[in-house]
């Protein structure tokens, strides 16, 4: 399958919003029980991931406008979609995982590597007195 067999609007999710296989298998997650309260240890023992990871997984889908914090005695985290279009796609991505996982898989991997590589550049060392940089 190609990527163009995808939704646009799915399509443009992935472009947009899923960073890894990890992220979209919390999102998928929380989609598929969205009465229930997730916190990054349920999610880790769910998928089995770290729990540091989910955390930080969590904190990104919640700021990105995906979940919304749940309140309470049982506080946490819930599929709650800021808008009925960014459901609309969420929902159009849950539905061609299972059948296109490898597409889905593609995308997310081909995506372009400036922002990891603007990242990187960050953490490069310099010789004590170059001023290129």
């Keep these: 399958m190609r990527a163009g067999d995808l939704p646009?609007?799915?399509?443009?999710?992935?472009?947009?919003?899923?960073?890894s296989v990890e992220q979209?298998?919390?999102?998928?997650?929380?989609?598929q029980h969205p009465d229930r309260n997730w916190n990054a240890e349920s999610v880790a023992r769910e998928l089995r991931?770290?729990?540091i990871s989910a955390?930080?997984?969590?904190?990104d889908l919640t700021y990105d406008g995906f979940l919304a914090r749940a309140e309470g005695s049982e506080a946490g985290y819930r599929y709650g979609?800021?808008?009925?279009?960014?459901?609309a796609?969420?929902?159009?991505?849950a539905t061609a995982y299972p059948t296109r996982r490898v597409t889905v898989i593609n995308l997310i991997f081909?995506?372009?590597v400036d922002k990891i590589r603007t990242f990187a550049d960050a953490f490069?060392?310099?010789k004590k007195g170059d001023d290129n940089g």
């Design 55 to 59: 955390g930080e997984r969590l904190e």
């Design 81 to 87: 979609p800021e808008s009925a279009a960014l459901d």
């Design 24 to 31: 979209l298998e919390i999102l998928l997650l929380l989609l």
């Design 49 to 51: 991931i770290s729990p």
């Design 110 to 112: 081909s995506k372009p």
């Design 124 to 126: 490069q060392l310099r």
């Design 89 to 93: 796609a969420v929902r159009g991505l």
């Design 8 to 19: 646009e609007d799915v399509r443009r999710l992935i472009a947009e919003n899923i960073d």
